[in-house]
């Protein structure tokens, strides 16, 4: 069972910098591929990054690609890195798992809230 929990979310200022955390569980992930998504009010929830556990590569939604990195560590959690956030970035942030051949991703962690302050 694939568990991910999402953590470091909050009230931010614009322009200020946040680091979101999802630790995996349940499952050896070298074959999975770990995404972040979010889910502003009143809209669909979209992709922002994506890292392949196994060979480190990212790739990234055009528009987060110059604000925001995705990494992970050698044990078991996934990072966002949020820097210069504006006020359309609130919004619920959640991390997700797939395997690496899946056509999308099928586990889900519970949400972290990102409000920005302007």
């Known amino acids: 069972q694939v568990q991910l929990a999402e953590s470091g979310g909050g009230l931010v200022q614009a322009g200020g910098s946040l680091r979101l955390s999802c630790a995996a569980s349940?499952?050896?992930?070298?074959?999975?591929?770990m995404g972040w998504f979010c889910q502003a009010p009143g809209k669909e929830r979209e992709f922002v990054a994506a890292?392949?556990?196994?060979?480190?590569?990212t790739n990234y939604a055009d528009s987060m690609r110059v604000r925001f990195t995705i990494s992970r560590d050698l044990r078991n959690t996934v990072y966002l890195q949020m820097n210069d956030l504006k006020p359309d970035d609130t919004a619920i942030y959640y991390c997700?798992?797939?395997?690496?051949?899946?056509?999308?991703?099928?586990?889900w962690g519970q949400g972290t809230q990102v409000t920005v302050s302007s």
């Open positions: 997700a798992a797939k395997y690496i051949t899946g056509a999308r991703f099928d586990y």
């Open positions: 349940g499952r050896p992930f070298s074959s999975y591929a």
């Open positions: 890292i392949t556990w196994s060979t480190w590569v």
